[in-house]
């Protein structure tokens, strides 16, 4: 590639040697891993946030089984031109040559357009690799769904980038090894945190960094702020998003409809930004108002319906609603000791009573044994509902 392609197109990875995360569908003995090893490979659906591999995993997967592969943006291309991607596949298996269509955002393409891909996947002209920021339940016909397996990308951790981040450094091919940067481990480190879990975000700001010549902690702050500025057309996706929720927290709705126009005005996805506000009617007004959830929920089917710019004022609406709302954040901080005590002590059986009984080798073994049931007692029995070692266990206030 020429010098001036950005630094994340250069350092693409070829290959899964050169591939960091996605241990959970790339590791030993996963189905993605077994299925390479067999150079067979079903359709898939790759859905994950930004920046998690899912375009570069498909074309490492392309090029593991020989396949050709053919790309497609679900925003500008459709039936027409898939027609003409079907004549390629059909003269490739003439030649015993497998065809990949990797489609992007293929939550985008409607009903009709997904249809068409079902005969072509049915009789094996196409294996189909689509990747989505949205959740598949709700935004792929299950028609198509159910042809596919569908593989969960995450964000990448922090030792994820910095891993990426040092191969840059020392790469003198595709990276900026020719440039001996000296970044300690707090600079990288601070580069990760600041990227999201995106590795193209993590490569936009040490790219910025290098071009500045400094590697101080202002200078990676000053950077990330321009790589945000690049990829949202001058607004910063998370500081926005940051702030919104921030001034909904502190009940200042004037506050929350301005960076609620902002996020509008930078491009942000309406979706996303619903569903980070039906989070913040559990989280931060919980049990203070649950109809807040109610609301919420609502909103977001409206945004699903109308889109832009119709829904604009059905945000407005939910966030000066939110804003006004009673707060309270028991909920959220009474799941997180939940979660955490659960992941300590995951090795605690379910108590006897508490489990049910199907067979008589159950029975015979003290399943449901004592337990009392709740209507026979009028909902004034005494019983435990806890392990033993956790008995009078408290995480949100009666």
Known sequence: MPSSTPLADR????NLGEYFGQSQILGQGKFLTRALEQKSLPSLILWGPPGTGKTTLALILAQTIEAEFV????????????????????????????????????????????????????????????????????????????????????????????????????????????????????????????????????LNILEAVSLMGETSREAILEAAHKAAYHDKAGESHYNLISALHKSLRGSDADAALYWLARLLAGG????????????????????????????????YQAVHLLGLPEC???LAQLVVYLAKCQKSNALY?????????????????????????????????????GYQYSPDHDYQESQNYLPQELLGKKFINS
């Not at 350092?11 to 070829?14: I, L, M, Q, S």
């Not at 619903?274 to 989070?279: G, K, P, Q, T």
């Open 11 to 14: 350092r693409r990875p070829r």
């Open 71 to 202: 790309r497609f943006s679900a925003v500008t291309e459709g039936v027409k031109d898939l027609r003409l991607v079907i004549d390629k596949a059909r003269n490739n298996q003439l030649l015993d040559k497998r065809t990949i269509l990797f489609i992007d955002e293929i939550h985008r393409w409607n009903k009709a357009q997904q249809d068409a891909l079902l005969p072509h996947l049915e009789n094996g002209t196409i294996i189909l690799i689509g990747a989505t920021t949205e959740n598949p339940s709700f935004e792929i016909r299950n028609a198509l769904l159910s042809r596919c397996r569908v593989l969960v990308l995450t964000s990448l951790t922090q030792a994820d980038l910095i891993a990426i981040l040092e191969h840059t450094l020392a790469d003198t091919e595709r990276g900026l090894g020719d440039l001996k940067l000296d970044f300690d481990a707090e600079a990288l480190g601070l580069i990760a945190d600041l990227s999201g879990g995106d590795a193209r975000s993590a």
């Open 268 to 299: 942000e996805d309406p979706l996303y930004i619903v569903r980070r506000l039906v989070r913040f009617a559990s989280e931060d007004i919980g049990l203070a108002n649950s109809k807040a959830l109610e609301q919420a929920i609502a909103v």
């Open 312 to 314: 604009n004022v059905h």
């Open 333 to 369: 901080t009474a799941m997180s000791s939940a979660l955490e005590l659960a992941q300590n002590t995951s090795h605690l059986p379910v108590p006897l009573h508490l489990r049910n009984s199907p067979t008589s080798l159950m029975k015979d073994l003290g399943y449901g044994a």
